[in-house]
């Protein structure tokens, strides 16, 4: 039998590796479809896929929580995935990618304020080696710039996206996985339709070309991807769970090797070396409070 928390280890283990796909995926439908099209069909895609199994559960659903799924799908969806996306269009992808995948600093901030959990040292220690090691990843210096507008949507992004995992965590002890990130989900790509009209853009658009690579973004990524991640998280404590987005930039440059033929250079690997250190810091070892 596996243990509970192993299961939430494995649930992380996938979680991160379907994650550290996006990159690599979209960068491939540049130029096919405007990246809020994308948005729109990857969340709504996620939602329906789940719908079937959220009818055959029949949970109560109150008015509170309907309105809690339209906040949790329009903080996600539209503020944070939005934002991360104008982001990179208005400086550096790079940059953007940093300040996402340095979501577990607010994830360890509102656990404190809202889940009340407690913060060690050691706790510390990996996010400060995992921040260090994900620049060392993704930062290019002779890139274009960036501008401060982009730099604060990509700090809108992370922040909103850590107050999205906390609070998907709190909802998640009272109501499925499955129901919640499904009705946030489609709550959520529907909001998104005012902005695509406004930018007169086509709401349902899928190109030929690309059709299978926005059904695993939409599915897989968005479905069930987000299914494991809140799992994990009712196991392990919010703050430790999101951890492991300090793996997704090392993950990503390993897959951008294998599928995109990229090469990995000596900082690259010593940054990955570093996140590595981080995460074992904060899984493996005893709590250093506990020591003193």
């Known amino acids: 039998m596996i243990s509970t928390k192993l299961k939430g280890y494995i649930y992380l283990g996938i979680t991160i590796l379907i994650f550290s796909t996006l990159e690599v995926v979209s960068s491939s439908l540049k130029g096919l479809i405007h990246p809020l099209q994308l948005i729109f069909i990857r969340f709504l895609l996620g939602g329906l896929v789940l719908l079937p199994w959220v009818i055959v559960k029949r949970e109560a659903i109150s008015k509170k929580d309907w309105l809690f799924f339209a906040g949790l799908g329009i903080l996600n969806t539209v503020i944070s995935m939005g934002s991360l996306q104008l982001a990179i269009s208005m400086g550096k992808a790079s940059t953007a990618a940093i300040l996402i995948s340095s979501n577990?600093?607010?994830?360890?901030?509102?656990?404190?304020?809202?889940?009340?959990?407690k913060v060690y040292k050691n706790n510390i220690i990996c996010m400060l080696l995992g921040l260090i090691g994900i620049i060392l990843i993704i930062y290019k210096p002779d890139s274009t710039g960036d501008t401060p507008l982009s730099l604060l949507l990509g700090v809108i992004s992370s922040l909103t996206f850590?107050?999205?995992?906390?609070?998907?965590?709190?909802?998640?002890?009272?109501?499925?996985?499955?129901?919640?990130?499904?009705?946030?989900a489609i709550i959520g790509s529907i909001c998104t339709i005012p902005i695509l009209l406004f930018m007169k853009l086509p709401v349902?658009?899928?190109?030929?070309e690309g059709f299978f690579r926005i059904m695993?973004?939409?599915?897989?990524?968005?479905?069930?991807?987000?299914?494991?991640?809140?799992?994990?998280?009712?196991?392990l404590s919010a703050s430790k769970g999101s951890m492991v987005f300090f793996l997704k930039p090392a993950v990503a440059a390993i897959l951008a090797v294998i599928f995109l033929n990229e090469t990995i250079s000596s900082r690259t690997l010593f940054g990955m070396l570093l996140v590595a250190a981080g995460i074992f810091i904060n899984f493996y070892k005893k709590d250093f409070k506990q020591r003193s």
């Open 204 to 208: 349902l658009y899928f190109p030929k």
């Open 216 to 235: 695993y973004l939409g599915l897989i990524l968005s479905g069930f991807a987000y299914i494991t991640f809140i799992e994990a998280l009712k196991i």
């Open 162 to 184: 850590g107050l999205y995992t906390v609070l998907g965590k709190k909802k998640a002890d009272n109501i499925s996985s499955i129901t919640m990130i499904s009705l946030s």
């Open 104 to 117: 577990p600093i607010f994830v360890v901030m509102f656990s404190v304020l809202l889940l009340k959990e």
